[in-house]
C-alpha cells in the first residue's frame, strides 16, 4: 500500500473516518480486481485450454441382497457394490476449492427416470479415488419403488462437480456401465450392514 502516500496528499481529508475509508476502498477495489482476473484466467484455462478428462474405470460387482424396506411398505432396497479407480488430480488448479464426486445409477420405471445415489463424497486434495478392491462398497443401497428394480436395466456412472475459489462451477461425468438386476433376485426382510 506505499501507493497511498502518493495518493493521499491529493485528497482533502481532516479525520481518521475519512483516511481510513479511502483505505478500505483501495483495498476493496484491488481485491475485486485480483478476483476479476482471477476468474476470467480459470475461465480461459477451462474452455480454451482445456481441462483433461479423469482416467476412471467403473465396473458393477453384482448384486449382493435385495431386501422390503421395513420403514417404507412399497420401497425395495438392494445392495449393488462396485469397483471404482478415479484419478482427479488434473482437473486440480489455483482456482479449485473443493471437488464433489458422486456414483449414482439411472433407471427407468413406469416412464420416469430415476437417479440413486451409491456414494459420494468430497475432495479437498488432488487425489486418485479408489473403491471397492478391497471389500464391497455399499455406502448407500440402491432403491425404488416395490416392482421397480427386478427385471429392470440400469446405468451406473460417475459425476462430479469442480467448485472454484471464484468463478462458476463446472461438471462432467464418466461414460456408463450398464447391469441388471434379474426378475428372479431372492429378496428378504432381513438387512445387510452397510460399509461406510
Not at 479525520?15 to 479511502?22: D, E, K, P
Not at 476502498?25 to 479423469?54: D, H, N, Q, R
Not at 420403514?71 to 473443493?98: C, I
Not at 451409491?118 to 416392482?147: C, M, N, R, W
Amino acid at each position: 500500500l506505499q501507493f497511498l502516500y502518493f495518493i493521499v496528499p491529493y485528497i482533502k481529508m481532516h479525520t481518521i473516518a475519512q483516511r481510513l475509508n479511502v483505505m478500505s476502498t483501495v483495498a476493496l477495489s484491488v481485491l475485486g480486481v485480483m478476483t476479476a482476473v482471477l476468474s476470467l484466467s480459470t475461465w480461459y484455462f477451462e474452455l480454451w485450454t482445456g481441462l483433461p478428462e479423469p482416467a476412471i474405470e467403473l465396473e458393477f460387482d453384482k448384486v449382493l441382497q435385495m431386501y422390503h424396506n421395513p420403514r417404507g411398505a412399497n420401497e425395495e432396497l438392494a445392495a449393488t457394490p462396485f469397483k471404482l479407480t478415479a484419478d482427479f488430480r488434473g482437473l486440480w488448479h489455483w482456482n479449485v476449492k473443493v471437488l464433489f464426486m458422486y456414483v449414482l445409477v439411472e433407471y427407468k420405471y413406469d416412464g420416469k427416470i430415476s437417479e440413486v445415489v451409491l456414494y459420494d463424497d468430497a475432495l479437498e486434495t488432488p487425489q486418485i479415488v479408489k473403491l471397492g478392491h478391497d471389500e464391497p462398497e455399499i455406502k448407500y443401497f440402491l432403491s425404488g419403488e416395490k416392482g421397480a428394480l427386478r427385471g429392470n436395466d440400469f446405468k451406473l456412472k460417475v459425476k462430479w462437480h469442480v467448485v472454484p475459489h471464484a468463478g462458476i462451477m463446472y461438471h462432467g461425468q464418466s461414460s456408463e456401465v450398464s447391469f441388471s438386476i434379474p426378475e428372479n433376485q431372492p429378496i428378504t426382510t432381513k438387512r445387510m450392514h452397510q460399509h461406510m
